[in-house]
């Protein structure tokens, strides 16, 4: 995400998440709790529009992809049949079911009006 968004915005939102995840700790709440509620939704469905409008740039799919290709590369010694594994093909199939979910997403995810 930092990557793909800016450093300003990832760090704005890694600040949220954290801040969420150290409440629902406190509270006792399991992960599946924390992202329910409203904090949690109101935060998914930031991201959600954050990645919506970063894609109708003309240079998101080249970032991620780049993004993607250099995890995998980095992480090439850890992955199983790293032998058999074609990087471009992992990447763009990885971006594809990305925007994949992302679409489906965006369509589930609604982000809380504030009070």
């Known amino acids: 995400m930092k990557y793909t968004t800016g450093v300003e915005q990832y760090g704005q939102i890694s600040g949220k998440i954290s801040r969420l995840l150290v409440f629902g700790e406190k509270k006792g709440f399991d992960y599946d709790q924390i992202l329910d509620s409203k904090p ?3 935060i998914a469905g930031g991201i959600v529009t954050l990645y ?3 894609m109708g740039s ?3 799919e080249k970032l991620l992809k780049n993004s993607l290709y250099e995890t995998l590369v980095t992480n090439m010694s850890i992955i199983e ?3 058999d594994l ?3 093909d992992t990447v763009n199939l990885a971006y594809r079911k990305f925007n994949k979910y992302l679409s489906g997403k965006a369509s589930r995810v609604t982000c809380p009006t504030p009070d």
């Open 86 to 88: 074609n990087i471009e």
């Open 40 to 42: 949690g939704i109101s």
């Open 52 to 54: 919506n409008n970063e």
């Open 81 to 83: 049949n790293r032998q």
């Open 58 to 60: 003309g240079s998101f």
